[in-house]
Protein backbone atom coordinates (compact mmCIF):
# COMPACT_ATOMS: atom_id res chain seq x y z
CA UNK A 1 0.00 0.00 0.00
CA UNK A 2 1.57 3.60 -1.09
CA UNK A 3 1.62 6.51 1.28
CA UNK A 4 -1.73 8.11 1.88
CA UNK A 5 -3.73 5.20 0.50
CA UNK A 6 -7.08 4.10 2.76
CA UNK A 7 -7.17 0.48 3.45
CA UNK A 8 -9.72 -1.61 2.37
CA UNK A 9 -12.31 -2.24 5.31
CA UNK A 10 -11.92 -5.88 5.47
CA UNK A 11 -13.49 -6.38 8.68
CA UNK A 12 -16.99 -4.39 8.13
CA UNK A 13 -17.43 -6.34 4.95
CA UNK A 14 -16.62 -9.81 6.77
CA UNK A 15 -18.89 -8.74 8.72
CA UNK A 16 -21.70 -8.13 5.81
CA UNK A 17 -20.49 -11.37 4.36
CA UNK A 18 -21.41 -13.51 7.85
CA UNK A 19 -25.20 -11.82 7.48
CA UNK A 20 -25.27 -12.85 3.68
CA UNK A 21 -24.26 -16.58 4.88
CA UNK A 22 -26.47 -16.45 8.00
CA UNK A 23 -29.84 -15.24 5.86
CA UNK A 24 -28.77 -18.30 2.79
CA UNK A 25 -28.79 -20.46 5.80
CA UNK A 26 -32.26 -19.71 6.67
CA UNK A 27 -33.72 -20.04 2.60
CA UNK A 28 -31.19 -23.09 2.23
CA UNK A 29 -34.42 -25.79 2.31
CA UNK A 30 -36.69 -23.40 0.82
CA UNK A 31 -38.83 -24.78 -2.68
CA UNK A 32 -38.03 -25.05 -5.82
CA UNK A 33 -39.63 -22.37 -7.89
CA UNK A 34 -40.23 -20.16 -5.24
CA UNK A 35 -39.38 -16.41 -4.50
CA UNK A 36 -37.35 -17.85 -1.42
CA UNK A 37 -35.09 -19.80 -3.92
CA UNK A 38 -34.38 -16.49 -5.71
CA UNK A 39 -33.34 -15.21 -2.85
CA UNK A 40 -31.36 -18.05 -2.14
CA UNK A 41 -29.49 -18.01 -6.00
CA UNK A 42 -28.77 -14.03 -5.60
CA UNK A 43 -27.13 -14.40 -2.12
CA UNK A 44 -25.23 -17.66 -3.19
CA UNK A 45 -23.83 -15.47 -6.09
CA UNK A 46 -22.70 -12.66 -4.03
CA UNK A 47 -21.18 -14.89 -1.44
CA UNK A 48 -19.53 -16.78 -4.02
CA UNK A 49 -17.99 -13.13 -6.05
CA UNK A 50 -17.30 -11.90 -2.33
CA UNK A 51 -15.06 -14.78 -1.51
CA UNK A 52 -13.23 -15.25 -4.87
CA UNK A 53 -12.37 -11.24 -4.17
CA UNK A 54 -11.40 -11.71 -0.44
CA UNK A 55 -9.98 -14.96 -0.54
CA UNK A 56 -8.31 -15.03 -4.64
CA UNK A 57 -7.23 -19.06 -5.25
CA UNK A 58 -3.71 -17.67 -6.51
CA UNK A 59 -3.35 -16.35 -2.88
CA UNK A 60 -4.48 -19.23 -0.97
CA UNK A 61 -2.18 -21.73 0.24
CA UNK A 62 -3.00 -25.26 -1.47
CA UNK A 63 -5.59 -23.70 -3.99
CA UNK A 64 -6.43 -25.97 -6.79
CA UNK A 65 -7.97 -23.80 -9.00
Not at 28 to 55: P, T
Request: glycine letters at 6%; a negative charge.
Amino acid sequence: MHAGAIPFPWKEADEMLTLLIERALVLGNCAAGSIEEIEFDQLASAIEAYEAKRWPPRLCRGATR
